[in-house]
């Protein structure tokens, strides 16, 4: 059973930055590309962003290009999103997956609140 767990998330002032993390149990973690998703309040999950097996390319929803970057460290199962310039309508839970996501894959994701 893949494990996918993100922190990271809290409350923050809008202009404010956050570091999401994601650590995943999968052993083949590194043959994949990942991605970050996120659904605000009452709304559908979306995607945010993703990196491909290598790090070496990265590509962003329009909303958040330039803001937000996308990483990752295969040898530590892990996958970040470094958040800058905060706005409230980032707000939300942000889950990491698979990028195409697997249904199976979700985890609890972390909490992402940025004040007005």
């Known amino acids: 059973q893949v494990q996918l767990v993100e922190s990271g998330g809290g409350l923050v002032q809008t202009g404010g930055s956050l570091r999401l993390s994601c650590a995943a149990s999968?052993?083949?973690?590194?043959?994949?590309?990942m991605g970050w998703f996120r659904q605000g309040p009452g709304k559908e999950r979306e995607f945010v962003a993703a990196?491909?097996?290598?790090?070496?390319?990265?590509y962003y929803t329009d909303s958040v290009k330039g803001r937000f970057t996308i990483s990752r460290d295969n040898a530590k199962n892990a996958v970040y999103l470094q958040m800058n310039s905060l706005k409230p309508e980032d707000t939300g839970v942000y889950y990491c997956?698979?990028?195409?996501?697997?249904?199976?894959?979700w985890g609890e994701g972390t909490l992402v609140t940025v004040s007005s």
């Open positions: 990196i491909n097996w290598s790090g070496g390319g990265a």
């Open positions: 999968e052993h083949t973690f590194s043959s994949y590309a």
């Open positions: 997956n698979r990028n195409p996501p697997r249904p199976d894959y």
